[in-house]
């Protein structure tokens, strides 16, 4: 039996292809048959390194194999629409938006399973002593953010505008879009725009700081400001059997603490 994970490369695309909605990835020619003796999640980059390590312990107590597919969605929509067991969507937005294409997976099916709270992002060893998300509001701030722009599909779009206005104050708000140096169409957009741009924060989610803890470390957003989104999955009705059992397994407390460690909490 075997474990396998992809993470396709980001694919550069031209302007025209990127002002695509990801709803034209549906292709109705595909025939959804994901019965193949081999479970296959499908997501946006970001739960997949948690998810990895779950599936580790999971193959070592089954022999079941299990591929975690991560990455910009137009580098895995085909292969999905194909052979999906389970779709992950990083915020219910995401999901919502996946459900145009993967059309047989509906609405009904999906179920959150984990949450994560906004942090700030810095460079490791904090250089500018970022203590909060009012440091960030101060004139000669460089901040990167993750958007979706309207043509990509992420857990960070709108993100940044919840966190600023949480309080009300609208000046928050202009101030902090002042500061944004970078509005990135994705998680690892963004991480390369923090390094490219050498920015001083980037709001974004805590799995970012824990597997990138050699460049980057956590500040925590007070509670007042924090946004929560949650990730969730949806199994589809024509799943190998053992999809389900993963799904089980990944709610168990065991897989808890495994996904924990990266900032993923029930």
């Known amino acids: 039996m075997r474990i396998k994970y992809m993470l396709p490369a980001i694919l550069l695309l031209s302007a025209t292809a990127a002002s695509a909605k990801d709803s034209t990835l549906y292709d109705p020619s595909i025939k959804h048959m994901p019965k193949d003796g081999v479970v296959k999640l499908y997501g946006a980059g970001g739960p997949h390194t948690a998810f990895r390590k ?33 779709l992950w969507g990083t915020s219910e937005q995401s999901m919502t938006a996946f459900l145009e294409t993967y059309k047989t997976f509906s609405s009904d099916q999906v179920e ?3 949450i994560r709270p906004t942090i700030i992002a810095v460079k490791e060893g904090n250089p500018k002593g970022i203590t909060g998300f009012e440091d960030l509001l101060k004139p000669g701030m460089k901040i990167i953010v993750t958007e979706g722009a309207g043509v990509a599909n992420t857990s960070g779009t709108g993100a940044w505008e919840d966190v600023a206005g949480r309080l009300g104050r609208l000046s928050d708000v ?3 879009r002042k500061n944004i140096v970078v509005f990135a169409k994705g998680s690892g957009a963004s991480f390369r725009a923090f390094q490219a741009e050498d920015a ?9 700081p824990f597997t990138k803890h050699d460049v980057l470390d956590k500040v925590a957003i007070a509670a007042d400001r924090t946004v929560w989104r949650d990730v969730n ?8 059997p053992a999809a389900q059992a993963f799904l089980d397994y990944l709610l168990t407390p065991e897989a808890q603490m495994i996904m924990k460690t990266e900032g993923w909490v029930r």
Do not use: C, H, M
């Open 54 to 86: 779950v599936a580790d312990r999971w193959q070592a107590n089954t022999g079941q194999s299990i591929e975690i597919i991560a990455g910009p969605e137009v580098t895995w929509s085909s292969k999905a629409q194909s052979d999906a067991d389970i």
């Open 174 to 176: 202009a101030a902090f």
């Open 112 to 114: 959150p399973i984990y």
């Open 200 to 208: 001083d924060a980037w709001i974004t989610w805590p799995n970012w």
């Open 233 to 240: 999955v949806a199994l589809s009705p024509d799943a190998d």
